[in-house]
């Protein structure tokens, strides 16, 4: 069917009790629930909607961009206010804007930022665990911290990619890659110090960064060094896949800034 409307919809979730954004058979996905609660704003009225990429089971996003289309105009002001009204609480509709039918939401150019959240030593409060990842080792931030500004620039990235297809590109831009002390995400319950990986770029692979983050883990713990992370994006480096990858929970996508 063709539609004779678009609009563009910024989101934000908690994505903790979900099983990615991409729908699935037997799975309770973020595209679901988006889509149950448009059937209940629009009753019986048609519409189609397209994600802005995937996400893994329990990552959040504070930007999570929809294209919505559909056969009718839609007032706008109207719209956001009964959308986030049948939205769940873990889900929530800051913006929305009209933009041409034919505007791509996948292709469109963008910069997407990432954030992966942790801290190490003592346990943390279980209501932390939708948000923050905890390591019981004491980690050499220092390291990690010389570690991470290695995957800045062009590199390729085979190691860091889970079930490649035949078309996927490894040779990729990460264009900041840094790990800084938390003052963004704050709660009571949260630990006294945390830390945030920071990661910008254009587009990012299967696991991409959650391989990332486990291989800078290993440089916390004095298990990996900076020559390994250096040789593991060289272009002739094993291609072979790093096994090791940082829990979903802590990662967040944080922002895409879209070329529109």
């Keep these: 069917m063709k539609y004779s409307f678009s609009y563009l919809i910024c989101l934000e979730f908690l994505g903790f009790r979900f ?5 699935q058979t037997n799975a309770k996905t973020l595209h679901d629930m988006v889509d149950k609660s448009l ?5 019986d009225a048609l519409f189609k909607t397209i994600g802005v990429g995937r996400t893994d089971a329990k990552v959040s996003a504070n930007s999570y961009y929809l294209q919505l289309f559909r056969d009718t105009e839609i007032d706008e002001a109207l719209f956001i206010k009964s959308l986030n009204a049948n939205f769940s609480p873990d889900f929530r509709a800051v913006s929305v804007q009209k933009v041409a039918t034919n505007f791509n939401i996948i292709q469109v150019s963008k910069i997407k930022e990432y954030h992966y959240y942790f801290s190490f030593g003592e346990k943390n409060h279980p209501f932390a665990a939708p948000f923050i990842v905890n390591i019981d080792e004491i980690l050499d931030i220092d390291s990690m911290v010389k570690a991470s500004k290695l995957f800045e620039g062009e590199h390729y990235f085979h190691k860091y990619c889970t079930k490649p297809s035949a078309q996927t590109i490894f040779k990729r831009t990460i264009e900041s890659c840094e790990i800084v002390k938390n003052d963004l995400l704050t709660a009571n319950f949260f630990p006294e110090t945390s830390y945030i990986l920071k990661v910008k770029g254009t587009g990012f692979l299967r696991y991409q960064i959650r391989l990332m983050m486990a291989t800078l883990f290993e440089v916390g713990k004095g298990n990996l060094d900076l020559d390994f992370v250096e040789a593991s994006l060289k272009e002739d480096n094993d291609r ?3 096994r090791n990858i940082a829990p979903s929970s802590g990662l967040q996508l944080y922002h895409i800034k879209l070329d529109l």
């Design 19 to 23: 099983s990615g954004w991409q729908k």
């Design 39 to 43: 059937s209940y704003v629009f009753e």
């Design 240 to 242: 072979m896949f790093l």
